[in-house]
């Protein structure tokens, strides 16, 4: 089992950054590590990953306003997000990866974009 928490969530205006952060309680070195969303009414979608060797994924409505970014050292992942929209409206996950039978989720952070 791996326990996953999200911080850095929040308000923000249109055009606005925010960086979250995902603590991971074991090492993260085998996985892939990812983040997800899920807006309300709408099922939850993943939007960016980093895999295990740094090999990257975005979703088509992220791809160049979001970085996705790990210190395994710490065992920490990232998510810079840029040019924020009011459709990035949404409860972020953190995600673990590790084949089909080790695949986590955190509790989520609420982010909210609007003016």
């Known amino acids: 089992q791996v326990q996953l928490v999200e911080s850095g969530g929040g308000l923000v205006q249109p055009g606005g950054s925010l960086r979250l952060a995902c603590a991971a309680s074991?090492?993260?070195?085998?996985?892939?590590m990812g983040w997800g969303r899920q807006a309300p009414g709408k099922q939850r979608e993943l939007v960016a990953q980093?895999?295990?060797?740094?090999?990257?994924y975005y979703a088509d409505s992220v791809k160049g306003r979001f970085t996705v970014s790990r210190d395994n050292a710490n065992n920490m992942v990232y998510l810079q997000m840029n040019s924020l929209k009011p459709e990035d409206t949404a409860v972020y996950y953190c995600?673990?990866?590790?084949?089909?039978?080790?695949?986590?989720w955190g509790q989520g952070t609420q982010v909210t974009v609007s003016s």
């Open positions: 995600n673990y990866k590790h084949t089909v039978l080790y695949d986590y």
């Open positions: 074991r090492s993260i070195n085998i996985a892939a």
């Open positions: 980093i895999g295990q060797g740094g090999g990257l």
